[in-house]
């Protein structure tokens, strides 16, 4: 029997994973009755502006 590399990934995916972050998810909705809604790592944004001939920036 072959295994495509798909299926090794989903496997893999499912059996190491995913199980953490589902039973994190429904612990969160069966305590609390709501989304699990996780904050970003940074908040801190970059704007990087290049001149580009002629352009201004107000």
């Known amino acids: 029997m072959s295994i495509s590399r798909r299926q090794f990934i989903l ?3 499912s059996g190491l994973i995913l199980p ?3 039973d994190k998810v429904l612990a ?3 305590n609390h ?4 809604i996780e904050a970003p790592e940074s908040t801190h944004i970059e704007l990087i502006a290049v001149d580009r001939g002629g352009l201004e920036l107000n």
Do not use: I, K, Q
């Open 33 to 36: 009755g709501e989304a699990l």
């Open 11 to 13: 496997g893999t995916a």
């Open 20 to 22: 953490s972050y589902f």
């Open 28 to 30: 969160v909705w069966e």
